[in-house]
């Protein structure tokens, strides 16, 4: 469940993010695949939020589905993201959105590495990088 404690208005989140992740995070649009700049991305660190700055994804869990987007087998603990019914351009997926936020941050599919099975394509404009030190 999203928290409550981030009450923003769309017009405080314009305000907020660039423009470009503003219509990813809060409009659940879609960066061009191959673009993104943690595609290829090989630092360790924990990904987060661009919105919040929630830890959401350990670089431990990174690795190359060929799908043009940052993709990752698992989060970094079951309560960082949400999982949403996404019935969207006629298609059945999963969207994950951030649980501190609600922020939409890609789809996860069940075309994964083990152990988890899962593909967590993750749009990079919805991240920012704290790398580990």
Known sequence: MVKKDLPRS???WKKLLKPEV???LRKKHTEPSFTGKYLNYKKDGIYVCAGCGNPLISSENKFDSGSGWPSFWDVISKGSVEL????GFG???IEVVCSRCGGHL???FDDGPQPT???YCINSLS????EKK
């Open 10 to 12: 769309e017009k405080e």
């Open 22 to 24: 503003y219509q990813i």
């Open 84 to 87: 949403k019914p996404d019935y």
């Open 91 to 93: 298609m059945k997926r």
């Open 106 to 108: 890609g789809h996860v």
């Open 117 to 119: 099975g899962k593909c």
């Open 127 to 130: 991240l920012n990088f704290k």
